[in-house]
């Protein structure tokens, strides 16, 4: 009767034990996103020589079907796309339900979307452009490297990572456009800074990408204030690189935004200034589009708030 009674506990205890996430989480299985629309699919432990084996998900629509064609848009900070529950301030994008609404209104190409969890501890490392750094003076790049980045940058390998690890598994799985007209890219914050970053390094596999509350200034949050993270030099480092690498004007789609409020009110003067460089390159407003949400904050609420303009932008039924 005992053992019985211990039998049954123990069962109990390992489902409630492996049925909770966050005990999954930490045992480094974390649960499939729920979405309640389309369904979510999962490349475990992706394994690469560049960067740190992470979980790759991918989100199909739930019509997909192999004999059609679908645009592919890589989504960084992959943690926060589908679910809050699984996001660290239990905020989400809500990719999912934004695809779904525009594509059943005919406005959308049929889209898959493939999140890509950030580095963690690395994500400075991955996701600030690493040619930017030769633009800085010696001082500020020191220290950037060895505060906000751990001594590591890695946003090339990152990038190669995407580009010649995951995207040619992707492409081999699923059902894809797999040019650049069919590809795209998108982020926010520092995901949106590298976001521009991999169109203009590598606009022959990227036909656009979209930068929500794209971080110029570069610097993390936790070292101060917005106004303390406000600086000169990493923004004209940036607009340095933008000048000699944007891709030539009009053969591209670039979509930058922010808001007014918290972080995202300092961003409005070095965003006018990146503007001036794709209008000085030749971009017009039909290949270039660079907004401002009155109002908004820099979360994922907002971003959430706003998702279809940047989706309309790039893979509008108009575009393809």
Known sequence: MQRKCFLKLLTWFLFFLFSNHSYAEALGTPRLPSVSKGYVERIENFQSKFVQSRHIDIWLPSDYASEKKYAVIYMLDGQGLFDASQAWNKQAWNVHLAIDKLTNEKKLQDTI???????????????FPEKFLSFLPKENRDEYIQRAQLGKPLADAFLRFLVEEIKPVIDKKYATQDGPDGTYIMGSSMGGLIS???????PHIFGGAAGLSTHWVGKPSSWGTPQKIR????????????????????????????GTLGIDSIYGNYQSIVD?????????????????????????????????????????????
């Open 196 to 202: 521009i970053y991999a169109l203009c390094e590598y």
């Open 276 to 320: 001036e460089i794709g209008s000085e390159i030749g971009y017009d407003n039909a290949h270039w589009k660079s907004l401002v949400f009155q109002g908004a904050r820099h979360s994922e609420v907002d971003w959430s708030a706003r998702l279809e303009v940047p989706l309309l932008f790039l893979l509008g039924k108009s575009k393809g």
């Open 113 to 127: 979307v493939v999140g890509i969890p950030n580095g963690g501890k690395y994500r400075y490392s991955e996701y």
């Open 231 to 258: 600086n000169a030099s990493i923004p004209i480092a940036a607009f340095n690189y933008l000048k000699l690498h944007l891709p030539t004007a009009n053969s591209r789609l670039v979509y930058m935004d922010h």
